[in-house]
């Protein structure tokens, strides 16, 4: 066995944050460690947590869940890491050894620059496990949320290698794929894959509505495909104003890309039939080839 499996196994893990990230991390991670401390503001949410028996420990006070902790894991919304990170510089003395700091951040490039403050016995690997759900909160944790997900770790020249292969090893033992990058180019290309999404979502949404104010008769003929494609819209917004707000200049570049998209579509709308068709047939196929469609697809 090797030394990060050991880390793993003796290692007492402190989860700041138990919704639905954090709770999944904290049934995905049963028997798999030492033991499980939440961090959670919330009375009932930690008395769930506790009643379930996801958690050994519950504590709404950050500097008690460092006592024992090993690994310190941020699943909060990006602004609370962003705080979270500020408190540990003045609580630093109370952690015991080198510690792994881990967020799930869903943007990075910020939280990279405060990890990058820390001090040295607090080690900090920014990580996003791209999965979830629209309903947040602890009572819809599941076990198999990170099963199969990829999760993105983005490490700095700095990093401690043995605190990288501790992430890596808790990467493995819920199930996930890791892939590595810099901070920067994984918010350019969450900013396409799933934070423009959500604004498209939105906007959709808000089109259908401003028709729906002179003819309401609209909303009984949206289909499957305008619900599949506006799902999303009915994520938690608090957690996506953090992402936007973290992320901006990255997303007004995927909005400009998307404008371009849209204006290629136009032109070959007003174009012959026959170059419509090879558009369309195009992304089609990029579709297709990324995301196979099989019977079972919905």
Request: aromatic fraction near 2%; proline fraction near 3%.
């Amino acid at each position: 066995m090797n030394k990060s499996v050991d880390l793993l196994l003796d290692g007492h893990i402190t989860i700041v944050g138990l919704g639905l990230m954090g709770g999944s991390l904290a049934i995905a991670l049963q028997d798999k460690c030492a033991g499980i401390t939440a961090v959670e503001i919330d009375a009932h949410t930690r008395h769930m947590g506790l009643e379930r028996g996801l958690v050994d420990y519950a504590t709404k006070n950050l500097e008690d869940g460092l006592k024992h902790a090993d690994i310190l894991v941020l699943a909060t919304p990006v602004r609370a890491i962003l705080k979270t990170l500020e408190e540990l510089n003045r609580l630093s003395d109370h952690a015991d050894g080198t510690l792994l700091v881990l967020d799930l951040g869903s943007t990075k490039a910020q939280v990279a620059s405060a990890m990058a403050l820390l001090p040295k016995n607090l080690s900090g690997i920014g990580g996003h496990p791209i999965c979830g759900k629209e309903t947040g909160g602890l009572e819809y944790a599941d076990a198999s949320l990170y099963q199969d997900a990829v999760f993105v770790l983005t490490p700095q020249t700095s990093t401690d290698q043995k605190m990288l292969g501790l992430a890596r090893q808790i990467i493995s033992a819920i199930g996930s794929i890791p892939i590595e990058m810099d901070a920067e180019r994984h918010d350019r290309l969450a900013a396409l894959t799933s934070h423009l999404p959500y604004l498209l979502a939105c906007s959709l949404v808000s089109a259908v509505n401003l028709e729906g104010d002179v003819d309401p008769i609209v909303w009984k003929m949206v289909s499957s495909g305008f619900k599949d494609t506006t799902r999303v819209a009915s994520s938690d917004v608090q957690m996506l104003i953090d992402i936007l707000e973290t992320n901006k200049d990255a997303i007004k570049n995927a909005l400009n890309q998307q404008r371009s998209a849209l204006d290629q579509l136009e032109i070959a709308l007003d174009g012959d039939l026959e170059s419509l068709q090879a558009s369309l047939s195009t992304i089609q196929a990029i579709r297709n080839h990324h995301f196979p469609v099989t019977p079972d697809s919905s």
